[in-house]
């Protein structure tokens, strides 16, 4: 507990608190930029996008060893893994425009031919005498062991200005996602403002490599932005939301990671982005699953109460034990079905809105209003009390239950 | 996938050059005029070698069977899809440089409506080229837009979802968006498709009013029924251009049957078409 607690408060040594800040700053990168991935339905793409880089970390690593360098210069190896990702995104693209494949099948094409060639280029890299090779398969799942200044600089300025081009692009990003043919209508160049998207996201990709790994990353894109949609029903929240979920996830997981010995860091800040999610899925209101149920419930009561009323006043018995039981918790019926005054009373004014409603149907002229009716809708919220006076004097004096 | 031309030059250039003897001129105002398009999917045609003119001021109806290409010519004149040949003009000038003049609708089956974004978001989306990438969305914006929502009679929506309205209530919003533009030359794909009575007379409304105010209105229509009464002009399509012009001359059985071929029944004909019965 107590390491956890150092942890958490950045005390628990230089290595854990430069971890825990750059999980956090590529949390929030990852999060907000992955919200137009999620938006525009192209989470997968993401995924082939970073099994792409890996074949540029091994040829990076060759390049540089061969022209004398040092074969581990992070830039290099960012540089290798950005070039052979954004051709995986090329052909990805190129293969659904241009043949009759769908993009599923293109996704899965590039996603399984760029890892075997990366899985052999390391193979060949580890074979090299020159270089000092050990570490590059830490790309795969990522690794805070060696996590170094310079790394946590590359994701502060990485993800600030992914962050900074996702809100720059915002408008044009949102439009393509809702509705592509009228951004393209106006003017929009679509196909290049979801290049940019994905750029965006490769971005992400590129930098997040050393911290959580090419394998995961694609989780840090898309489970914020899925957790942050619960919460709300606007994009550009959706965005913060997204981003502010990822680096708390960023955050939390290397947090526990650095209380516990060995523990990855990677999975787990994947693991604690899911446990956010799950308690947004069951609690969020409004669209959480708790809050739906309650809803429905809430739905289904008025539908029973409404049409038990309306059985009361056509005296026919009702039928349903969930209606009567409904309705004698109100005091409306006894408990063996019998109305009591106040259900007959309550009876009558629900078939007098029927019979108002028949009026309304035929007299009024909007039937924009007269639309409205579905059972449930009060009459009262559709029309003025003067319109309903009217509707009464064409009904007549309102009549005793057993007349209706 | 839909990628739209990268708004080159190429149509105005070959017109320019190339095609300088073409038969056809281009009317010089017209507010949308197509000239010689053709729209292949895969290697059928589903639009060849149209030439339309719609003009100023005036309603006018595309009408032909499913899949005859009429969403496709509108579509492929904005450039939503991509043309295989052909040139449009928006008043007269290549559409590249038009794009501001022109306001379009699209099919509401379009786009998914459970997207995060509310009734007030997607007409603001109408203002998007005019404030750019960063301009705030000012009060004087803000206002416009719930004007417009106000002329589509949505007002009390403007913070609601989109998934949470009913099909016309999302047609009307959409017309509210075009209306946000204030343009010149309003397009819409079929906005009477599946939306309740109530909602086709707002949008009927509107459009007159769009058309009283000087307006062009062009709209993929289906209901033959309600032609005579909405429109003022109709172009006939069924692959190719079978006859256009203004309804009381173009909007005749004769047409509509090499239009529609045998679907559509002789005494439907009659009904539809005082010209044709006697």
């Known amino acids: 507990m107590q390491t956890f607690l150092d942890a958490l408060f950045l005390q628990a040594g230089y290595n854990a608190a430069l971890v825990a800040i750059g999980a956090a700053l590529l949390g929030f990168a990852a999060g907000s930029a992955g919200t137009f991935l999620f938006l525009r339905k192209r989470a997968l793409v993401s995924d082939a996008v970073a099994h792409a880089t890996l074949p540029g970390v091994g040829l990076a690593f060759i390049v540089m060893v061969s022209l004398g360098g040092d074969g581990r210069s992070l830039l290099g190896l960012l540089a290798g893994s950005a070039l052979t990702a954004w051709i995986g995104l090329l052909l990805i693209e190129w293969i659904t425009r241009r043949t009759r494949l769908a993009e599923d099948a293109a996704i899965g094409a590039v996603l399984g031919v760029f890892f075997g060639l990366g899985v052999v280029l390391l193979t060949v890299v580890q074979s090299m005498s020159a270089g000092r090779q050990a570490g590059l398969e830490t790309f795969l799942l990522g690794s805070t062991a060696g996590m170094l200044y310079e790394d946590a600089v590359v994701i502060a300025v990485g993800g600030s200005l992914t962050v900074l081009a996702t809100s720059l692009l915002r408008r044009p990003m949102t439009l393509v996602a809702f509705d592509s043919e009228y951004a393209a209508a106006m003017g929009y160049d679509v196909r290049r403002i979801d290049l940019l998207m994905m750029g965006l996201v490769m971005a992400v990709t590129v930098i997040g490599l050393k911290l959580v790994g090419l394998i995961l990353i694609v989780a840090m894109l898309i489970i914020p932005a899925v957790t942050a949609r619960f919460w709300t029903d606007r994009s550009h929240r959706v965005i913060w939301i997204a981003g502010a979920a990822g680096g708390a996830s960023g955050y939390l997981g290397a947090v526990i990671s650095a209380s516990a010995p060995s523990m990855p860091t990677g999975p787990i800040i994947v693991l604690v982005a899911a446990a956010i999610f799950v308690v947004s899925l069951f609690f969020a209101p409004g669209r959480g699953v708790l809050a739906a149920v309650l809803r429905h419930r809430r739905f289904q009561a008025r539908v029973h109460r409404r049409q038990g009323l309306l059985a009361l006043a056509a005296q026919h018995p009702i039928r349903e034990a969930y209606t009567v039981r409904l309705l004698a918790r109100e005091g409306l019926v006894r408990p063996d079905g019998v109305p009591t005054d106040a259900g007959r009373a309550q009876a009558a004014k629900v078939a007098r809105d029927e019979r108002r409603w028949d009026v309304a149907r035929e007299v009024h002229q909007d039937a924009g209003l007269t639309g409205r009716y579905d059972g449930l809708t009060p009459i009262e919220e559709v029309f003025t009390r003067d319109e309903i006076d009217e509707f009464d004097r064409r009904l007549g004096p309102p009549m005793g239950l057993g007349d209706v | ?278």
């Open chain 2, 1 to 278: 996938m839909a990628s739209p031309m990268s708004p080159g030059q190429q149509p105005t250039i070959a017109t320019e050059n190339g095609r300088a003897a073409r038969p056809v001129a281009v009317p010089s105002g017209a507010p949308l005029a197509v000239r010689g398009l053709t729209v292949s999917y895969g290697e059928k045609p589903a639009v060849f070698s149209v030439d339309a003119t719609f003009p100023a001021e005036s309603m006018s109806a595309i009408i032909g069977p499913n899949g005859a290409g009429k969403s496709t010519l509108l579509k492929a004149s904005l450039g939503v899809i991509p043309r295989l040949s052909g040139d449009v003009y928006v008043f007269g000038q290549a559409i590249e440089k038009a794009r501001e003049r022109i306001a379009y609708v699209p099919q509401r089956a379009s786009v998914d409506w459970d997207f995060p974004t509310t009734v007030m978001d997607v007409v603001q989306m109408g203002l998007y080229r005019r404030v750019g990438l960063l301009g705030r969305l000012s009060g004087r914006m803000a206002a416009r837009a719930r004007d417009c929502l106000d002329r589509v009679g949505m007002a009390d929506f403007a913070h609601r979802q989109i998934g949470q309205l009913s099909g016309g209530q999302q047609q009307r919003v959409f017309l509210a968006r075009a209306l946000a533009q204030d343009a010149d030359l309003y397009l819409l794909d079929e906005p009477f498709a599946g939306v309740d009575a109530a909602t086709e007379r707002a949008i009927i409304d509107v459009l007159k009013t769009l058309k009283a105010e000087g307006k062009a209105v062009v709209a993929v229509h289906h209901d033959l029924s309600t032609v005579r009464d909405y429109f003022d002009h109709v172009f006939l399509i069924n692959v190719r251009r079978i006859a256009e012009g203004p309804v009381a001359t173009a909007f005749t059985t004769g047409n509509l049957q090499a239009t529609y071929g045998g679907r559509l029944a002789a005494t439907h004909l009659d009904e539809l078409s005082p010209t044709g019965g006697a």
